[in-house]
């Protein structure tokens, strides 16, 4: 997420959002985290833990179900266009520039930091535990009556983000558009984070005003902080602040999103020494009880780089690539299994080939005893490097609750990834891996019969 007012690249946006609840996590040893469940007197969640290590207090919030998949069709952008312009201007001597002032004065050097992603609007800072009832103030003056700025607006409108063009994207990352775009196939996931020009140019200052109401709700807010605040004061601050919000949002349900995985390759003409390659196919829910031994089978397949079984085929023996890697991605109807590498144009047909066939045999022959034991002592071990900071506990505790995962998931998940066994994973290897069903995105100066 960046800073106040501006929206997450696209890559950026795909290691938060996607890897948020996946990062591997921890040891055994490390102690549990006291995770209290709130509700404030106007309905509002709070998740929260106490740390008196710091004078200072972390603070991440989200409106569930408010993201960019929600934007009506022909405003695609609506959901970026209005938290971006939130923060510009709010009244007479109450713009961007004097927020930024205001919150260096409070000791927010890092500002109020935003992000959109297809599920969810979320925001986060950092601030003097004494100074939090100032932020809270300024976050109800800015936050809950805004009054979108026309100028402001007009320059949003003919801002036409470099991600979304062939021509100044980079090849992974409009790689990365197209595969979205193409998987989805229209439904509600398939819409840009930023949305597109055209969506973008007939957003009005009444779809703004609209689309605040519809997306800034009491039920949708969820809070999670890590400080030595005290829980009473800090439910005072977030009801004074968000308690006049409407109690619902007015927003339409997004059914399951159906993934289109055909098999197909498409190819993106680019002029260019090297392509941009995706390709994934459907995976399982975060919900789904085999999910861990997916973690486990992904980890060996390419999750991890110099021991992964893609590293070793396309780039240990062969030199193919630089990095070739894989990834869980979720959101909160819809999970992929995904990866991605960049390669001489010339070489990407016998990477595609290489891919498949790593496919095909971990599904009929399953990991090794030794590649089990190995991914699994490097996933659990890993759990504190996660935690190191209350940012990192912060966004995970939020992460797992906008996933409807319970609030002790973080003290549970090793727990449960523990009892993971060799045949649970090849099970699953066996069930969900099928290189038939490999969609492939290649943006690059490669042959249509390629």
Not at 108 to 133: C, H, M, Q, R, Y
Not at 436 to 442: A, D, I, Q, R, S
């Amino acid at each position: 997420m960046k800073r106040l007012y501006t929206q997450p690249s696209i890559k950026s946006l795909l290691i938060t959002l996607f890897c948020f609840l996946f990062l591997n996590l921890t040891s055994t040893a490390y102690a549990d985290v006291a995770v209290q469940e709130m509700t404030t007197k106007k309905n509002i969640c709070l998740l929260y833990v106490e740390d008196t290590t710091t004078d200072l207090t972390t603070v991440a919030f989200s409106f569930k179900g408010t993201g960019s998949a929600y934007d009506p069709i022909g405003k695609e952008g609506l959901a970026s266009m209005m938290t971006d312009l939130i923060f510009e201007q709010t009244k007479p001597g109450l713009d961007r520039r004097s927020i930024i002032k205001r919150l260096k004065n409070i000791g927010v050097s890092g500002g109020i930091n935003s992000g959109v992603d297809a599920d969810n609007i979320t925001f986060s800072f950092k601030a003097p535990t004494e100074k939090l009832k100032e932020v809270f103030a300024l976050l109800k003056e800015v936050m809950t009556h805004p009054a979108f700025d026309p100028k402001s607006l007009d320059k949003l409108k003919s801002f036409d983000p470099s991600a979304s063009r062939l021509a100044t994207a980079s090849e992974s990352e409009f790689a990365s558009k197209i595969f979205i775009q193409k998987v989805f196939n229209g439904q509600a996931y398939s819409k840009p984070f930023f949305g597109t020009l055209d969506g973008r140019q007939s957003v009005t200052l009444k779809d703004l005003e609209e689309a605040h109401k519809a997306h800034f709700a009491r039920e949708s807010l969820i809070f999670s902080v890590v400080g030595s605040v005290s829980p009473k004061n800090l439910i005072s601050y977030i009801d004074n602040t968000f308690g006049h919000l409407p109690a619902k949002t007015n927003l339409p349900q997004i059914s399951a999103q159906k993934i289109q995985s055909s098999g197909d390759i498409t190819i993106v003409p680019k002029d260019t020494a090297q392509s941009g390659v995706v390709f994934g196919q459907p995976s399982l829910t975060r919900q789904d009880p085999n999910n861990l031994a997916m973690v486990v089978l992904n980890d060996i397949l390419g999750g991890k780089p110099f021991t992964s079984r893609l590293w070793a085929e396309v780039r240990e023996k062969r030199g193919l690539v630089y990095n070739i890697q894989t990834d869980t991605l979720h959101w909160s109807n819809a999970s992929l299994l995904s990866g991605q590498f960049e390669a001489e144009n010339q070489k990407v047909p016998e990477i595609i080939g290489l891919i498949k066939g790593t496919w095909k045999e971990l599904k009929e022959k399953g990991v090794t005893e030794e590649e089990f034991n190995s991914s699994k002592k490097g996933l659990l071990g890993s759990f504190a490097l996660n935690f190191t900071s209350p940012e990192g506990i912060a966004q995970f505790l939020l992460a797992c609750k906008l996933a409807g995962l319970p609030k002790d998931y973080i003290n549970q998940r090793n727990r449960m990834l523990e009892m993971v066994k060799l045949e649970d994973v090849n099970r699953v290897a066996k069930q969900q891996l099928d290189p038939e069903l490999l969609n492939f995105v290649v943006v690059g100066k490669l042959e249509a019969n390629n």
